[in-house]
């Protein structure tokens, strides 16, 4: 002290508080309101959440179709160009699995639960679960039966029944001089599921203003080609005179298809067919005159489900639900759309 004198001594003073002051307010910049670390230049603590990558949990029907492996690809591709980190499970067609999977989303604490739920029932417990821990869910392709719909922040998918309607208005317009009856024969994808409860109704619905047109065996094939084609053989071996297939998925008429050929019937003239979901080889199969029909299902979700996904995060209102567009398709217009296809 004596040897830098009075003045000096002030001068160390001065220069350990303005140390200090810088010290704090650096510190007071760099934490979020959580009390993360954020970096030295951020503006807000918004920048935390920005350099954080959202985590999203999502619970997959199966592999069942090539719709759905069309579904999971644009999900996947979708959630990387997001910069999302995606948990992705197959539940392989089994709603304990999907509970399961989505119990585990909720321990891990991701940022938001997205799922096709494979039937339409049973899924309140787990979603209150889910409420409760405050993680947003977000219905994609098929919709849930709650009642409670805050359980869910939307649903994004087709509209099943539209579709069923649209088979049937097709239908009925085919066969409006009918003299006779027409056999009809119907595949339905997953017992219990939206698409498969839908589809039946909106076809079902249509068709009744012409009463030729009946029903006259109905079975599930659980949206796959070796079950469409196992029941098909069965409705054939028991049915003699079946004028028209309506099957609920591409798949389940092809694997119809094989069966028919091999009962020594054309597809396509022998027994009209109609389909829902129009991918490739769906689309190649009405090209070559196989489909008379399909009304389209459109897999490609991805991009909708991060915007959505975005929004919640971000505190933005969102409708309840978002209905994808479609078409249909005649074996002529699937024809010209086939070599832009995607899927
Ligand atoms: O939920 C959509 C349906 O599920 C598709 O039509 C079918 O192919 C899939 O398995």
Known sequence: MKK???TGA???LALLMLFAVACGSNN???KDNAGNSAPANSKDSGQAAVDKKVVLGFSQVGAESGWRSANTDSIK???ADAGFDLKFSDAQQKQENQIKAIRSFIQQKVDVIAFSPVVESGWDTVLKEAKDANIPVILTDRAVDSKDTSLYKTFIGSDFVEEGRSAGKWLVEQFKDATGDINIVELQGTTGSAPAIDRKTGFEEMIKS????KIIASQTGDFTRAKGKEVMQSFLQSNKNINVLYAHNDDMGLGAIQAIE???LVPGKDIIIITVDAVKDGMTAAAEGKINYIVECNPLLGPQLMQAVNDVLAGREIPQRIVTEEGTFTSAEA???LPDRKY
């Open 28 to 30: 007071a910049s760099n």
């Open 335 to 337: 024809k010209t759309a």
């Open 10 to 12: 002030l001068l160390a």
């Open 262 to 264: 091999a009962a020594g």
């Open 4 to 6: 830098f004198g009075k």
């Open 77 to 79: 591709e979708s959630a």
């Open 210 to 213: 012409n009463p030729h047109l």
